[in-house]
DNA sequence: CGACGTAAGTTGCATGACAAAACTAATCCC
DNA sequence: GGGATTAGTTTTGTCATGCAACTTACGTCG
C-alpha cells in the first residue's frame, strides 16, 4: 500500500512496456505495444529506449519477412538474450540440477545429476551443488549479468527466514541452505522455496512475464512423497506463511492408513510413489514407468496400484476443485509418469464429487517431464523480481 | 493491466487516502494521514479537501478532549456519516432480509422478516424482497446518496450474469433476481453473490475499507447446508468462475451416506443442520441452540451429534488448511450457534491432521449470530467499490 | 523512376500531479 | 505576551505523459 509518485508512474509503465514485449508471442513493434497498452507512440518509444539500452530489451534485426506492407517497416522488439540471466537450484530426492535461465526463458547452461540424497547430509549435499552451481555459472556468457538464485527444496520451508524446516523424504530437518551456498554463489542474493511451488510457477510461465495456458490450476508433483500448488491468476498461491499446497496430506479416508505426518488416510498413502509401488507387489526401485508399462502390459495388480490412486486423487482434488473452483489439475512428477493411466478415472470421480462439474467438468493435464521444474522456475521467480520493476536494473 | 496515465496516479492517491482514513482506528489527521502514506502534507491536503467536498469524508468537529499538546490542535477526519450508503439484501432459507449500510458501516435502516422459503416460489419471494427494500431506502436521511445494492443468496451463483444458478435449499434453479427487483431498486444497479461469501466479507471488513483481524480465514456458513468461504489477505477467494468456498461438499468419508449433490460422505451429511439434529434424535424444527442446550445437559444424543460434526469438521477443515495454509476458521450459522461444543474437537484434529500444526497450531473462531450477514456484506461490497475508486463518486 | 500514400518512430510543447520549502494558523508553556 | 510546536496552506519546481506535428522508410502506381 505505498504511495504513488510521478516516478512510480514511469516505474509501473516501464514494467508495463516490459510485460508486454515479453508476454506477446511474435516480436511487437513499439506501435504494437502503444496500441496494447493504450499508451501513446511517444511514451512507448521512450520506454522502450530506455528498455533497451538497460539491456532487458532488444531490437530485432530482422529483415527477413517483411509483410510487404506500405509504411515505414516496424521495429520488432523482443527479450534480450544472454544479457541477464538467473541461477535455478533444486534438490530432490533423486538429483540434484543446477540451471541459468535467461529472460527469453532459454536454459543457457545446466548440470544435472542423479544421486540417491535421501538421508543424506545437507552440509556435503549442498557443497556439491555448490560446485555444480560454480560450474554453470561459468558457462555464462561474456556480459551476461546473473541477477538472483533460487533453490527448489522438497519440504516445508521458511522463505523469509530462507531455512528448510522439514524435509522428511530427505531426511533434512532445519536447514539453512543459504551458508553452504554463500562462497559458491559469490554473494548472489538466493531465494529459497518449494519444489511444487517452483515447478507450478514454471508451468504457469514458460518464460519471464510470458503466460501460458492455463493460468490457473492445481498443480501436482511427486517423487517420493506428493508435493502441490494451487496457482490463481498465474500466481502460486503459497498462503499465510508459504506452506501452502500440501495436498498429499489431505485426508481421502479417516479411517486409511496411517502416514507419516501422524494422520491417517493421506493422499500420500494412496498415490506416493511408494504406495502405487507398493500396492502394485513391486520393489520401491522400480520406477513409475515400469508400473505404467506393466498396467498397460494387462498386469491386474499394476492396474489395481493405478486405479486406487486414482481413486484417491479424484477424492481429495474433488474438495480442493469444490473448495477453489479451479477445475483444472497438472499432474507432475511420478504423477505425470503414470499419467494416462490416472487421468479418465481421476476425471470420472471429480465430474462425479464437483459440484460445479454441471457446468464446467474439471479437466486434468499432464505435466513434461522434466525432471527438475523446480529450479526452472526457482530461476524464473527470480527474473521475474526484474520485470516486476525493470527501473531497478537500470539507473534508477 | 492498464496503463497509468497522470490522471491514475491522482485516483490511485484518492483512494489511498480514503483507505487509511477509513481504515483508522481513531479519526487522524490530514498529518497522521501524511505519515501513514508517505505522501506530503500538500499533496494529502489537496486530496483530502476533495474527498471532503465530494462527501465521502468528513471533518470531525471535535472540540472534546483537545490532547493538550502544544502546536495547532489537529483536524480529525472520518468516513462521512449518512451521505453515501448501499443497500444489501438477504434471501435465506428461513428469512429476507434488507439493509441500508453507510460508509462508516453504520445500519441507517432495516428491514428482516423470518419466513419458511424452502420450497417458495422465487418470483413472489423476490416482489416480497422488493417490496422490504422500498421500505428501507424510503428510510434513507436525506441527501443520502445511495450507489448500489447487493444480493446475498444461499446457493451457486453467475455473478456475471446476475443469476442465480442453483439453490437446493430453496429449491430455486436459474432464477435471475435482476427484473423482479428492478422497480423496487428504481434502477439501482444490483450485484448478486453467494452468502457465504458476503458473510466472509463482512466479518473481514466490519465497514468499507477497515480490516478486522483475521484477514485470512476459512469462513463456514451454514443455514441448512454448509456454505463457505475461503479470505486471503482480506479478499474472498471467488475462484475461477466465483464457485469456490464449497466446503460443505468436501468428502470426509467416501463410502459414507450420499448427498443430495450425486457425491457420498459430503462434510453436510455430518454437520449440515438438519444432519445434525437427525443425528441427536431430533426433529427438523428444533433449532441449533435448543441442540447445544441439551449437549450441555449431558445429553447423551446430542453431544454424540456434535461430536460427529466436530469429526467430519476436523477432517475436511484439515484438507482445507493444508492446501490453503490458512490456519485460522470462522464459524458461522447454525455452527456458531453450536460453536462452543465442536471448537475443542474441531481445534484437536486440526492440530493432528495439519501439516504444519507443529508450527503454527489452527484456531477457531465463533462468528456474531448476526441472522444476516450476507446483507450486510453485500451492502459493503458495493460500498468498497466507492473507496476503491473515489474518484468515480466525484466530478470524474 | 519519381511522386504519392502509409505506417513507424521522433520531437517539441502543454498539462497536470506531486515534492519541497516557505509561510500562516492555532494552540501550549513559561 | 513571547517563544516553541504542530497543523495546514501556498508557491514554486520537477517530471512523466498526452498531443500534434514532423521525419523516416517503405510500398505502389503511373
Redesign the pocket.
Known amino acids: 500500500m505505498a504511495?504513488?509518485?510521478?516516478?512510480s508512474?514511469?516505474h509501473?509503465?516501464?514494467a508495463l512496456v516490459a510485460r508486454t514485449v515479453l508476454a506477446a508471442d511474435t516480436p511487437p513493434?513499439?506501435?504494437?505495444?502503444?496500441a496494447a497498452t493504450?499508451?501513446?507512440?511517444?511514451?512507448?518509444?521512450?520506454?522502450?529506449?530506455e528498455l533497451v539500452a538497460g539491456g532487458i530489451l532488444d531490437e530485432v534485426e530482422s529483415v527477413v519477412g517483411?509483410p510487404?506492407?506500405?509504411?515505414?517497416?516496424?521495429?520488432?522488439?523482443r527479450a534480450s538474450t544472454g544479457r541477464f540471466a538467473a541461477l535455478g537450484l533444486q534438490v530432490g530426492v533423486g538429483h540434484l540440477a543446477a540451471r541459468l535461465v535467461d529472460l527469453t526463458g532459454a536454459v543457457l547452461a545446466e548440470r544435472l545429476v542423479t544421486a540417491d540424497l535421501a538421508g543424506s547430509r545437507p552440509g556435503s549435499t549442498l557443497r556439491r551443488l555448490g560446485t555444480m552451481a560454480g560450474r554453470v555459472l561459468e558457462g555464462a556468457p561474456a556480459g551476461c549479468h546473473v541477477v538472483g538464485a533460487g533453490l527448489a527444496l522438497p519440504g516445508i520451508v521458511d522463505v523469509e527466514d530462507g531455512r528448510l524446516l522439514s524435509a522428511p523424504n530427505l531426511g533434512w530437518e532445519g536447514v539453512a541452505p543459504g551458508a553452504a551456498l554463500e562462497t559458491a554463489l559469490g554473494g548472489l542474493p538466493l531465494r529459497i522455496g518449494n519444489e511444487a511451488d517452483l515447478a507450478a510457477h514454471a508451468y504457469a510461465h514458460p518464460a519471464p512475464g510470458r503466460d501460458s495456458q492455463p493460468q490457473d490450476f492445481v498443480y501436482l508433483s511427486g517423487e517420493v512423497g506428493i508435493g502441490g500448488a494451487v496457482v490463481v491468476d498465474g500466481e502460486v498461491m503459497t498462503g499465510r506463511h508459504g506452506w501452502a499446497g500440501e495436498i498429499g496430506h489431505v485426508c481421502v479416508d479417516p479411517d486409511g492408513p496411517p502416514c507419516r505426518c501422524g494422520s491417517t488416510g493421506c493422499l500420500e498413502q494412496y498415490a506416493g510413489r511408494l504406495a502405487m509401488l507398493d500396492a502394485a507387489g513391486l520393489d520401491a526401485s522400480t520406477t513409475p514407468s515400469e508400473l505404467a508399462e506393466r498396467a498397460h502390459a494387462g498386469d491386474k495388480e499394476a492396474r489395481a496400484a493405478t486405479q486406487s490412486a486414482a481413486r484417491a486423487l479424484g477424492v481429495a482434488l474433488a474438495g480442493v476443485v469444490n473448495v477453489l473452483d479451479i477445475p483444472t489439475v497438472v499432474l507432475g512428477g511420478h504423477l505425470a509418469q503414470v499419467g494416462d493411466l490416472l487421468t479418465p478415472d481421476v476425471e470420472e470421480i471429480l465430474g462425479r464429487r464437483v459440484l460445479s462439474a454441471r457446468w464446467i467438468s474439471p479437466r486434468v493435464v499432464i505435466a513434461s517431464d522434466d525432471p527438475a521444474p523446480g529450479a526452472t522456475g526457482a530461476a524464473l521467480l527470480a527474473l521475474d523480481e526484474l520485470v516486476r520493476d525493470p527501473a531497478g536494473a537500470l539507473g534508477h
Chains 1, 2 share one sequence.
Not at 3 to 7: E, I, M, S, T
Open positions: 504511495n504513488l509518485r510521478q516516478a508512474l514511469r509501473a509503465n516501464l513493434s513499439r506501435a504494437d505495444v502503444a493504450s499508451l501513446t507512440r511517444s511514451t512507448v518509444s521512450r520506454l522502450v529506449d517483411g510487404g506492407r506500405p509504411g515505414r517497416p516496424a521495429t520488432p522488439l
